[in-house]
């Protein structure tokens, strides 16, 4: 049992498929020994008087209504942590303003709307790495992502490099901590994680030409949304 | 606006092979019904035929998806309030035993999704045209969950549901779900509904536009309000409620429909366990859906149980993806645990997506 008194943690959800949030409770015993350290509630934009250690945001605002409540958690958070490729760099959704009418579209990542304490990307997440990141931030450490390309993990795993076998992949500018998940069963990486940080977009394009046509390349890289995003 | 909307529109424009990707991330509770649906549209399209070993996996994994789903529901959402308790926390303090039984079932389904998909949420491998990799040791991989016999605790659980007094509503809706000649359709066949029509693949966006949410919503704001009317006065009998005509033209989709129209395919275990129980073979009470899934529960682990087995016997071959032939457009239904996933595509000659369309029937 902790000796500290548990924290307040909150759980928000902005236009996404609602599945960062089942990782959160995919497995039931590390979830039940997360609420051992944290009181855990869905976050209401109602209940304004209440404050809470760390409020986890998924999903990409897309309306003017989600900014707000982005904004109000932001006041109401001590930390926020983004939770998955929507809220970290648009995700599947990012693309999606055009749909909506002129004086709805948000067309910002929720980095560019709020300040973002920490990510934990990926689509889905990985639960290792959330659980990691909260206990880290309950014993007040700060939770660093790690800097290596997705390529580092997969060589680990012995898969064979998918761009010498003249396929697409974007693990060379994907940052790594996923455990090359997708390439492990057979899928190129497509880049949910987001850039790592000294990717050189260009020459993965160029390294990308022989294998599939130029704009197919940026189609691949905008998935999960926008992979330029500042991280 | 929906996610599915939002997604088929984002789909336009791009690569054949980016729908199934793209299309997993519309809903994580159906994730895998939207995958699969979308492989079959463009598969569809493309004119691929996959294999029967890729059939059987898909089933596999869909099977696995409503299994989860519905064990959610059943033991987190509908049991708490049987027994009177605030939440699904309150449920392992007080009653471990059935708590153990959710987490036993979802730790199997989940085993069965990361062997065959590559994970619980998103699968991984399924494509269009089959499966980038198999699971060689499928069987072995899932053996751990089966000692939890899996069997025998969706056979508690059917025990269980079939044993609570369900409130009876008068509502009388018409049901829709895939339905073919030999089996219990869940990923292939045609749509038919209990009024006699018959909705063949070309005319799968036909019905998704003929019977899309308003009439689902009806039924669904009709059984809310019951369900206040009765909190507010426990007294009230619900059964003196008197169906109002615009109530018969609403259709319902998900496990009641699934059961109603197609029980007739259930395997010998099954209705074995239903005359057993003495389940009545035709439910309209769309208050019953919480009997209705929890009948399924019971199907389909008995039928992912025989997947399992059938390919410890005869062995996982790797295939190849299939790749297209040509490009044109495709549409296609698969059954989720809450309603029928429709889409339908067209590609230009490169295979670029010009038209996408996702419709998912819903039911609460």
């Known amino acids: ?231 | 606006m929906q996610n599915n909307k939002l997604i088929a529109t984002n789909l336009i424009g791009r690569p054949y092979w980016q729908a199934p990707i793209m299309a997993a991330r519309i809903d994580c509770d159906n994730s895998v019904a939207h995958n699969i649906a979308a492989a079959k549209a463009i598969e569809s399209a493309c004119r691929i035929e996959v294999s029967s070993q890729t059939k059987k996996l898909r089933e596999l994994i869909l099977a696995a998806e409503i299994i989860k789903n519905h064990t959610f529901d059943l033991y987190f959402d509908v049991l708490p309030d049987f027994l009177g308790l605030d939440s699904a926390s309150e449920l392992s303090k007080n009653h471990p035993d059935l708590y153990k039984n959710a987490t036993k079932l979802q730790k199997f389904t989940d085993q069965i999704l990361i062997s065959v998909g590559g994970r619980a949420i998103h699968p991984i491998t399924s494509v269009v045209g089959g499966f980038k990799s198999y699971p060689t040791h499928l069987d072995g991989d899932v053996s751990l969950q089966r000692e939890a016999s899996p069997d025998m605790l969706a056979a508690e659980t059917l025990r269980l549901f079939s044993s609570f007094d369900l409130p009876v509503s008068k509502l009388q809706p018409d049901f829709a779900a895939l339905h073919m000649d030999k089996e219990y359709a869940c990923y292939d066949g045609e749509i038919w509904t209990s009024k006699g029509e018959l909705y063949t693949e070309d005319k799968f966006l036909e019905f998704a536009h003929e019977q899309s949410f308003p009439p689902c919503i009806r039924v669904r704001d009709k059984l809310r309000r019951e369900s206040m009317k009765r909190r507010m006065d426990p007294r009230a009998s619900l059964s003196s409620h008197t169906a109002e005509p615009e109530d018969d033209k609403a259709i319902v989709v998900g496990a009641l429909a699934r059961y109603n129209l197609n029980q007739s395919h259930f395997d010998e275990k099954t209705k074995k366990i239903l005359s057993e129980l003495k389940i009545e073979k035709k439910i309209e009470n769309p208050t019953a859906l919480i009997l209705a899934k929890a009948i399924e529960i019971y199907y389909f682990v008995i039928l992912s149980i025989e997947i399992l087995s059938h390919s410890a016997k005869a062995g996982i071959k790797d295939e190849h993806v299939i790749p297209p032939r040509k490009f044109s457009s495709g549409s296609s239904a698969v059954e989720s645990a809450s309603g029928i996933v429709v889409h339908s595509c067209e590609l230009d000659k490169d295979g670029i997506i010009l038209k996408y369309e996702i419709d998912a029937l819903n039911n609460p």
């Open chain 1, 1 to 231: 049992m902790p000796i500290n008194p548990k924290k307040s943690l909150a759980t928000f959800s902005l236009t996404s498929c609602g599945g960062c949030l089942e990782v959160l409770n995919e497995n039931t015993n590390r979830y039940s020994g997360l609420q051992n350290f944290y009181e855990i509630e869905r976050f209401l934009p109602n209940k304004i008087e209440k404050k809470y250690d760390i409020v986890i945001i998924e999903g990409h605002p897309l309306t003017e209504k989600q900014i707000g409540s982005a904004k109000l958690i932001r006041r109401q958070a001590k930390i926020v942590v983004a939770l998955g490729s929507c809220a970290h760099i648009g995700g599947v959704y990012d693309e999606m303003v055009t749909l909506l009418p002129k004086e709805k579209r948000a067309r910002k990542l929720l980095s560019e709307i709020v300040r973002v304490d920490y990510i934990v990307p990926g689509c889905p997440p990985d639960q290792a790495e959330l659980t990691r990141c909260l206990m880290d931030l309950y014993w007040g450490k700060i939770f660093c992502l790690p800097d290596l390309a997705v390529c580092f993990e997969c060589r680990q795993n012995e898969n064979v490099c998918l761009i010498k076998k003249n396929k697409l992949c974007l693990g060379p500018i994907t940052r790594m901590g996923c455990n090359s998940i997708c390439v492990n069963n057979g899928e190129a990486c497509l880049g949910c994680r987001g850039l790592k940080p000294d990717a050189n977009i260009r020459k993965m394009t160029e390294i990308l030409k022989p294998i599939i046509p130029e704009f197919e390349a940026k189609k691949i890289m905008s998935i999960f949304g926008n992979l330029d995003a500042k991280q």
